[in-house]
């Protein structure tokens, strides 16, 4: 018996295979291929522009993968099932080199295929196997960094302690989210269920991998040809992109770069949006316990004192927030928070406010938010000191979700000078930015599109 192209059933399996096209046989225009790829992908799944323009990049973030040191995992994330996650799989199945998509990898299976075929691994289904599972998330956290990729195993023959290989590109679609020590290491891409008047093409497996075909080649042959001004790129960051988040976004802004036209400007637009939006997405209990503590301490304590049962009490009484169930369906208690806050180096202690009681002090909390709380430490240097204005060469109309409060700041890196605009604006997107663009002589400004005039024309 034979099963076609996937080989003849043998009862043991088969050789992971993977398609290894040649690259375009001529220079490829680097806006029309981010514009082509970013309409292919629009076409199929429905998400936002600053989400398409992402998985554009970090399709072509695929190619280039082993020119930079920071390889950040794509997370494609949604409210429930059906809403496009594996389509958006089979997009980038069909843009990325020697890509596999793969459901339900065991830990051992990953690193000895990365260490066998470099491929870029496409985990669908991410919900039903990686969230429980600390050592396979162990394993894909260690391939985010290319110093340290590698995991050691020991010869089942020899006892040799061998390393194997975890560097290598990878999306993982799951329901409701990642783990959080995954999700700090990637670029979340939220989809939402389309409407039936939403203008979403159908996948068809017999028809669609075809369209894409092109697309593929011209990515390998456009990164090949940018490889020396790739492996060099120090590109600039937005305003308020930092640590890990700026970590991540440094291979897609320097593919950015290298395109350019407008997607300099539109990958910086969707990296301000993005991360403000992951910002604000269900941050860790810890952390919010933080930043709600040190905001009752200042309602409701006394001389930066309070006692544990008045913390609690206030705690509770904030609206929106989950202290009324977060303790296995009950309300939080004053042992429930002293455990929390020990973590992080807070415990309480005898306070004396009328009578003496447990409590906690302002300072350690107020610390401990400075660490752990990057908003909350702004807002909080805000409120404390008046703002020095500096000015700066263009103006930056933040987002309302994006978290920055507004304050005057000069941010002048290798290409791109911003400056915080006072003025959020309230349709959910980031127009009115203009970025500098280094050149050899000079500066030349590029004023950004509105969002909502974004067009993704492949060009000739």
């Not at 949604?78 to 069909?94: L, N, V, Y």
């Not at 396979?136 to 023959?157: E, M």
Request: aromatic residues 6%; glycine residues 8%.
């Amino acid at each position: 018996a034979a099963r076609g192209d996937a080989g003849a059933i043998t009862g043991a399996g088969r050789k992971v295979a993977f398609e290894d096209p040649d690259p375009w046989s001529e220079p490829v225009d680097g806006p029309a291929l981010a514009n082509a790829m970013a309409q292919e992908i629009k076409r199929y799944c429905a998400m936002g522009d600053h989400q398409v323009v992402a998985c554009a990049l970090w399709s072509l973030h695929a190619h280039a993968h082993d020119f930079f040191n920071i390889s950040p995992v794509l997370g494609i994330t949604s409210p429930q099932k059906e809403c496009g996650k594996s389509t958006a799989m089979d997009c980038i199945s069909c843009l990325t080199p020697r890509s596999k998509i793969l459901i339900n990898m065991p830990e051992a299976t990953v690193f000895r295929i990365i260490e066998a075929s470099y491929p870029t691994l496409l985990l669908d289904e991410g919900d039903t196997y990686v969230g429980d599972r600390a050592g396979l998330i162990g394993i894909l956290n260690s391939g985010h960094k290319r110093r340290g990729a590698t995991v050691p195993r020991c010869d089942a023959n020899t006892y040799e302690v061998r390393e194997y290989s975890t560097w290598a590109p990878k999306a993982i679609a799951a329901i409701k989210g990642l783990p959080d020590t995954l999700r700090s290491r990637s670029i979340e891409i939220r989809m939402w269920k389309a409407l039936p008047t939403d203008p979403i093409v159908p996948w068809r497996e017999d028809r669609t991998p075809a369209e894409f075909s092109p697309l593929n080649a011209k990515a390998m042959r456009f990164i090949a040809d940018h490889e020396v001004a790739l492996r060099s790129a120090d590109p600039s960051m937005p305003p308020g992109i930092t640590a890990r988040p700026a970590d991540n976004w440094r291979p897609l802004l320097a593919i950015a770069d290298a395109i350019g036209g407008e997607w300099p400007v539109k990958a910086r637009e969707a990296a301000i949006h993005l991360c403000a939006e992951a910002k604000g997405a269900d941050p860790e209990l810890g952390t919010q316990l933080l930043h709600d503590a040190l905001k009752v301490m200042d309602a409701d304590g006394i001389d930066g004192k309070i006692h544990s049962a008045d913390l609690v009490k206030g705690l509770i009484a904030l609206e929106g927030r989950p202290w009324g169930e977060c303790n296995r369906g009950r309300e939080i208690t004053q042992n429930w928070v002293s455990k929390e806050l020990t973590n992080y180096g807070i415990k309480s202690k005898n306070v004396r406010l009328g009578t003496v009681k447990k409590g906690y002090e302002r300072t350690p909390l107020s610390e401990a938010v400075r660490r752990y709380c990057e908003a909350a430490h702004e807002q909080e240097l805000d409120n404390s000191s008046p703002a020095t204005p500096v000015q700066s060469a263009t103006t930056l109309q933040m987002n309302e979700i994006n978290d920055l409060e507004a304050n005057q700041s000069a941010t002048q890196q290798t290409n791109v000078a911003f400056q915080n605009g006072p003025n959020p604006l309230k349709n959910n997107d980031c127009s009115g930015v203009a970025f500098q663009k280094g050149v050899a002589e000079g500066k030349e400004e590029i004023e950004a599109p509105e969002a909502s005039e974004w067009e993704f024309e492949p060009g000739d």
